[in-house]
């Protein structure tokens, strides 16, 4: 079992702390185990407080007491089961960095969930299908005109979704994800086309069709966020992409210390110092709280108490 970071063990004695009372914060951390389920990493940490003790499992982070889960793996099991729940009542719900990349097309996909929940015969399910359609069309237009696009010497029409489609797919990636990009256009579009026309259609045609299309549009937004983003970062001693990025508060100087921290090698890079004043010059939030009403005005310009970030 690796060894637990020192940034990786403050992050999870912070969560702690902050869901604790100030008489029962946090000690003791040990990483129990690391197990990966359909492909998500869920790390499990023992954490003993002055009055409690606690699993901590990370994707999504959560905290179970363990006098309700004596066994770490009871615990496991449960967050598990909870985040399958939650996946379900959020499936209406992207990452809010992948979603702001294909908002409308994503709206009309909630209209096609919507549809989907007060189905019952086949027409409905059909409807699924012409709503999965519009979405489609929408996310085809939504990227006509972007800079990325360059020139095109017979651009599609505007609505022919599977000509934008395979332009997208040319753009944003290359090799064998870019075939694998033009394939899910294609065969997209054909489920929803025959969903919509089919009279015999079932609540299992509708949710295939549902699940695609959701992917489908998922998959652009990241693929739009990756060309905008860049390749993420390595680490430049051992090339791991394991970086965080590391804050460490300083009170007595009145702000925090930020560097980038390899959890693989340890690699560090030079701590920036940042102050409080610094960090929120010229927004929106200082003005608010150095404003008249709030209270702390004064101390903010005499440097007694500043705002946290975390």
Same mark, same amino acid.
Request: some cysteine.
């Given at each position: ?77 449960? /967050? ?8 379900? #009542? ?6 809010? @960095? $992948?979603? !702001? %990349? ?124 990756? /060309? ?8 430049? #001693? ?6 965080? @990025? $590391?804050? !460490? %508060? ?61």
């Amino acid at each position: 079992m690796a060894d637990l970071a020192e940034h990786e063990e403050r992050a999870i004695r912070d969560y702690v702390n902050g869901q604790s009372p100030p008489d029962d914060q946090a000690g003791l951390v040990q990483r129990v185990r690391g197990q990966r389920i359909l492909g998500r990493t869920h790390e499990v940490f023992d954490v003993h407080c002055s009055k409690t003790r606690w699993w901590v499992i990370t994707d999504p982070m959560n905290l179970y007491l363990q006098t309700d889960f004596p066994e770490a793996e009871q615990a496991l099991i449960f /967050h598990i089961g909870l985040g399958a729940f939650l996946a379900e #009542r959020s499936r209406a719900e992207l990452p809010i @960095e $992948d979603e !702001e %990349h294909v908002t409308a097309p994503w709206r009309r996909y909630r209209d096609a969930l919507e549809v989907m929940n007060e189905a019952g015969e086949a027409e409905d399910f059909q409807s699924v299908g012409i709503k999965c359609r519009d979405a489609l069309i929408a996310l085809g237009k939504l990227y006509q005109s972007a800079d990325w696009i360059g020139e095109l010497s017979e651009p599609p029409k505007v609505a022919d979704f599977k000509g934008w489609g395979a332009i997208y797919a040319e753009r944003l990636s290359k090799d064998r994800v870019r075939n694998y990009v033009k394939a899910l256009v294609e065969k997209t579009w054909d489920l929803t086309v025959a969903l919509q026309h089919n009279s015999n259609a079932t609540p299992f045609d509708a949710d295939l069709v549902l699940e695609a299309t959701a992917h489908l549009i998922s998959t652009l937004g990241r693929l739009v966020r990756r /060309h905008l983003d860049g390749e993420p970062e390595r680490c430049p #001693r051992c090339e791991s992409y394991r970086l965080d @990025e $590391d804050i !460490e %508060h300083d009170d007595e100087r009145r702000g925090f210390d930020v560097s980038m921290v390899c959890a693989a090698c340890g690699w560090r890079s030079e701590r920036q110092f940042i102050s409080w004043n610094e960090h929120f010059e010229g927004t929106r939030l200082l003005e608010y709280l150095a404003g008249p009403g709030t209270g702390i005005s004064d101390r903010l310009h005499r440097g007694e108490s500043q705002p946290c970030t975390t």
